[in-house]
């Protein structure tokens, strides 16, 4: 078995044809093949799973963690210094080779070790193309490595890109971007829980978080308000979207514990939801992409603008 481009399309909810040049040269380039697992290799992943959510392995997220994250792209930076500056090594730790996925609400065993970036470089070209191309400007909150900026510019380039996040290191991972790869982007210091006003954003402005606003938790009323005030041209995040399961079905049920175990984003997609009814915002797309890692789903995404 293998994800198609007629595959991606489906989960993407348009026609094959629609699928911009970026994304399909990424699927053609990519080993794409898998297999369901036997009936006792899906019971040991179920285990394994099980006695994952029954340790105290999963911490929970917060504001809480900033150390942690601080030192988690210190380490980042060094090895993007110690690879010669090459772009290779910005990929973020917790997209962790070699492990069975989630395909279609069941597990899948890739053929490829590096099978869960693949199909997240599929979607994001996907994202990009769909919703950035039109804006003069794209900031990223919670940018990390800038793997994503470093993609954004590479597929959309003359974009003026901001990579945000609450990280010193991952502001200066950003800055050597700039100067090593000759992008034009900046890093900027930003606190989902207490947002800098100051940063203007504007219509010809999209706002983008991948698998970053997950760590906030229920804490999203600030960030949310401060993006409503901003008035963007478009605001897209690629987040595990709790509401989004089926938790009456075994996969989901795991991935639901597993994202509340964490304490992972809860309560968006409902306000977004709240905010379309009142008429402040148009949800231009929800989508569950049916794909994850071992532990849960954080590949799905919501894309709106204020009105």
């Known amino acids: 078995m293998e994800l198609t481009a007629g595959r991606f399309a489906q989960l993407f909810g348009v026609a094959e044809r629609e699928l911009p040049e970026a994304c399909t040269d990424a699927i053609v380039a990519a080993d794409l093949r898998y297999e369901r697992p036997s009936a006792g290799a899906r019971d040991d992943i179920i285990l394994r799973v099980l006695q994952t959510l ?4 999963p911490t929970v997220v917060g504001a809480h963690r900033s150390d942690i994250w601080e030192s988690c792209w210190a380490d980042s930076l060094q090895r993007f210094r110690d690879a010669g500056l090459s772009p290779e090594s910005l990929v973020p730790h917790f997209i962790s080779p070699g492990l069975p996925v989630r395909l279609d609400r069941d597990y899948a065993i890739p053929s490829s070790p590096r099978y869960e970036l693949r199909v997240l470089e599929v979607c994001r070209a996907f994202l990009f193309d769909r919703y950035f191309s039109p804006m003069r400007s794209v900031y990223e909150f919670g940018c990390g490595s800038g793997f994503n900026l470093v993609a954004l510019a590479r597929q959309l380039p003359g974009k003026r890109l901001l990579g945000l996040d609450w990280s010193k290191s991952a502001n200066e991972t950003v800055d050597l971007i700039r100067k090593a790869l000759d992008i034009d982007v900046a890093g900027r210091s930003f606190d989902f829980f207490a947002p800098d006003r100051s940063l203007a954003l504007g219509r010809e402005c999209g706002v983008l978080t991948m698998c970053a606003l997950e760590q906030v938790g229920a804490r999203h009323e600030a960030f949310l308000g401060y993006l409503l005030e901003g008035n963007p041209g478009v605001c897209v995040h690629m987040e595990p979207l709790l509401e989004l399961y089926d938790e009456s079905l075994l996969v989901d049920h795991l991935a639901a514990r597993y994202h509340r175990k964490r304490g992972y984003l809860q309560g968006f997609l409902p306000a977004l939801r709240a905010l379309e009814s009142s008429g402040r ?13 071992l532990y849960h789903e954080g590949y799905s995404y919501v894309a709106w603008r204020p009105r």
């Open 281 to 293: 915002i148009e949800l231009l797309d929800v989508r569950r992409v049916y794909f994850g890692s």
């Open 54 to 57: 029954d340790s105290d392995k």
